[in-house]
């Protein structure tokens, strides 16, 4: 679905935008998604580092934290994107 919207059917994906302009693209959600996380990272980083002094143990907690994350953030988006509420 995602892989469709962004490469494979740029037109239909288009044409769907057009119809609900006060939506976004998933690929916008996905910039958003990745560049939200990238500071959620490095705040967790620094605070997992700060808590065990340990620079291997800091640096995994942040990498599953950013995938886990940057995953739920975008379903989140999107489900807010069908929402009217407040728009």
Do not use: C
């Amino acid at each position: 679905m995602i892989v469709d919207q962004l490469i494979l059917d740029k037109g239909a994906s288009k044409k769907k935008f057009a119809e609900d302009q006060k939506s976004e693209r998933p690929v916008r959600s996905v910039a958003k998604a990745i560049s939200w996380r990238v500071i959620g990272t490095l705040d967790t980083l620094l605070i997992s580092y700060l808590l065990t002094k340990e620079v291997a143990i800091a640096a995994s907690i942040a990498s599953v934290d950013f995938i886990t994350k940057m995953v739920l953030y975008f379903f989140h988006e999107r489900a807010w994107n069908k929402i009217g509420w407040g728009r």
